[in-house]
C-alpha cells in the first residue's frame, strides 16, 4: 500500500490503514523520537503519540508534503516538545550508545583483546567529546544536524519538516559542523 493509498484508507476509516501506517514507519518515527530524546523509553511513548495525532488529525492533512514528512515534523514537534516540558538539561545525552557495537562472541587472545579495549576507550573518549560539544549547540542546529546525521534526512526534507527555508537549512548545518569543529578545537585540546 503506498503513501496515497494509507491517507485514503486512513480518511475512509478502512480498516487495517493504521496498522500498515504503523508497520510501514513506526521504525523510523521511534528512531527520530530517540535520536531527540536519548531514552528509548520516552521515544517509544512519543511515537505512539505521532501516530494517534496522525490517526485523529489525517483530515487535517493538506498533502503540502509527503506522508513522511509530516511524521517527521509530528516526531520532532512532539519530542521537542517533550524535551521543553520536562526541562531536559541536555538534548543528547549517551550518544556513545548510538555508536557502540555489541561484542560478538568470538574469543579474542589476549593481545587483541587489550589493543581492541584500547581502541573501544579512545572511540568512546571521542564519542563523549562529541555529545558533549552536540549538547552546546542551539536547538536549531541541533535539530537540523540530527535530523541530517542521524535521520539521514535530505536538506530538503529537513526544511519541510522543520518548516524553513533550504537555505536556512543549509545554513544551520554548516554553522553546526563549524560551532562543533571550533568547540572540539577550543575546549578540548591542551
Same mark, same amino acid.
Given at each position: 500500500?503506498?503513501?496515497?493509498?494509507?491517507? $485514503?484508507?486512513?480518511?475512509?476509516?478502512?480498516?487495517?490503514?493504521?496498522?500498515?501506517?504503523?508497520?510501514?514507519?513506526?521504525?523510523?518515527?521511534?528512531?527520530?523520537?530517540y535520536y531527540?530524546?536519548?531514552?528509548?523509553?520516552?521515544?517509544?511513548?512519543?511515537?505512539?503519540?505521532?501516530?494517534?495525532?496522525?490517526?485523529?488529525? !489525517?483530515?487535517k492533512f493538506?498533502?503540502?508534503?509527503?506522508?513522511?514528512?509530516?511524521?517527521?515534523?509530528?516526531?520532532?514537534?512532539?519530542?521537542?516538545?517533550?524535551?521543553?516540558?520536562?526541562?531536559?538539561?541536555?538534548?543528547?545525552?549517551? !550518544?556513545?550508545?548510538?555508536?557502540?557495537?555489541?561484542?560478538?562472541?568470538?574469543?579474542?587472545?589476549?593481545? $587483541?583483546?587489550?589493543?581492541?579495549?584500547?581502541?573501544?576507550?579512545?572511540?568512546?573518549?571521542?564519542?563523549?567529546?562529541?555529545?558533549?560539544? !552536540?549538547?552546546?549547540?542551539?536547538?536549531?542546529?541541533?535539530?537540523?544536524?540530527?535530523?541530517?546525521?542521524?535521520?539521514?534526512?535530505?536538506?530538503?526534507?529537513?526544511?519541510?519538516?522543520? $518548516? !524553513?527555508?533550504?537555505?536556512?537549512?543549509?545554513?544551520?548545518?554548516?554553522?553546526?559542523?563549524?560551532?562543533?569543529?571550533?568547540?572540539?578545537?577550543?575546549?578540548?585540546?591542551?
Amino acid at each position: 500500500m503506498n503513501d496515497q493509498e494509507l491517507i $485514503e484508507g486512513l480518511k475512509n476509516n478502512h480498516q487495517g490503514a493504521f496498522r500498515k501506517l504503523v508497520d510501514k514507519y513506526q521504525q523510523q518515527v521511534v528512531s527520530t523520537c530517540y535520536y531527540f530524546l536519548r531514552n528509548q523509553d520516552d521515544a517509544q511513548d512519543v511515537g505512539q503519540e505521532v501516530f494517534i495525532e496522525v490517526y485523529q488529525s !489525517i483530515h487535517k492533512f493538506r498533502q503540502e508534503s509527503s506522508l513522511s514528512t509530516w511524521l517527521y515534523r509530528i516526531a520532532s514537534n512532539k519530542s521537542l516538545n517533550l524535551i521543553r516540558k520536562n526541562k531536559y538539561k541536555s538534548l543528547f545525552v549517551n !550518544i556513545e550508545n548510538l555508536f557502540k557495537e555489541k561484542t560478538s562472541d568470538v574469543q579474542l587472545r589476549s593481545e $587483541e583483546f587489550s589493543h581492541a579495549r584500547e581502541q573501544e576507550q579512545e572511540y568512546d573518549e571521542r564519542v563523549k567529546k562529541l555529545n558533549w560539544a !552536540i549538547n552546546l549547540l542551539p536547538i536549531n542546529q541541533k535539530t537540523a544536524i540530527t535530523l541530517h546525521k542521524y535521520s539521514n534526512l535530505s536538506y530538503k526534507e529537513i526544511a519541510d519538516v522543520m $518548516e !524553513i527555508s533550504l537555505s536556512a537549512v543549509e545554513s544551520l548545518i554548516h554553522r553546526a559542523k563549524v560551532n562543533l569543529q571550533n568547540t572540539l578545537i577550543n575546549n578540548l585540546n591542551p
